[in-house]
Each structure stands twice: as C-alpha cells, then as structure tokens.
C-alpha cells in the first residue's frame, strides 16, 4: 500500500517556524547540511513509536500565501494527533497561529480542528474521541 513517509513545511522565515512547532508539539529540527537550499529534517518523535511520520521544513522558495487564502493547491494538509484538542488549540493561538476552521466531532471517533501557522500554512490536530458528537 502507498503510505505517506514524509511531510513538508514551507516557510518563509524558516528560524519562526522552527520555534513554533518545536515548543508546540516539541519536533526537533537539525539543518541538513550541503543542499541546494535551506533545509531542516523535521524528527517528530521517537523512532520506537508507531504511526508517526517524520519531514522537513525547506525555505518558501515563492510568495507566501495571504492568511484569506485557502489551502494551496499544491499543498498537502498534515494532521497531528494531539493529548487535548482545546489545551493545543489555545496554546497555537498564544503561539501566533490562526484558526482556520473550529473543531468538529468526527462522530463515534475523533475531534477534528485546522489552523494556520504562521506562515498560513494549514495544518490539522486531531484527538481521539469516542464519545465525540
């Protein structure tokens, strides 16, 4: 089965998203050396732990989008799973982020929230639910 084995951030101040995803969800960052461009290899948890992926957050190479704008075309949505969707949705918000759309139940499984970082970059967090309605 084809499975997503990596994602990526683009980011016009590449220093500003590293430290918003770091102290939000505490990724580690280490800037591969040599490349054609800017490059951080994104570690979003430990190798041992199942379902995660790992990525990469590269230098926006065009214009970044305007926080109106909806999700670019060429852009994928990256979905974090998350301890308390209302603890890390108020604490993106104190990070400079924005709410893109407000949480809704994914009934019988999941809350479900998107956000833009600040970037405008949309990204989704997620927290398992049951009893979601």
Not at 72 to 79: I, M, W
């Amino acid at each position: 089965m084809n499975r997503v084995v990596h994602f990526e951030i683009h980011a016009a101040n590449p220093a500003r998203a590293v430290e918003f995803y770091s102290k939000l969800f505490g990724w580690k960052f280490d800037q591969y050396p040599g490349g054609p461009t800017d490059y951080w290899l994104i570690t979003t948890g430990p190798a041992d732990q199942p379902g995660g992926i790992n990525g990469g957050l590269v230098r926006r190479m065009g214009g970044t989008p305007k926080a109106s704008d909806p999700t670019p075309v060429v852009a994928y949505v990256c979905t974090i799973d998350v301890e308390n969707i209302d603890t890390m949705g108020a604490a993106i918000l104190a990070a400079g982020g924005t709410l893109a759309h407000p949480k809704a139940a994914i009934p019988g499984l999941a809350w479900l929230a998107y956000y833009k970082d600040t970037d405008s970059n949309i990204f989704g967090i997620y927290q398992l639910d049951k009893n979601a309605k």
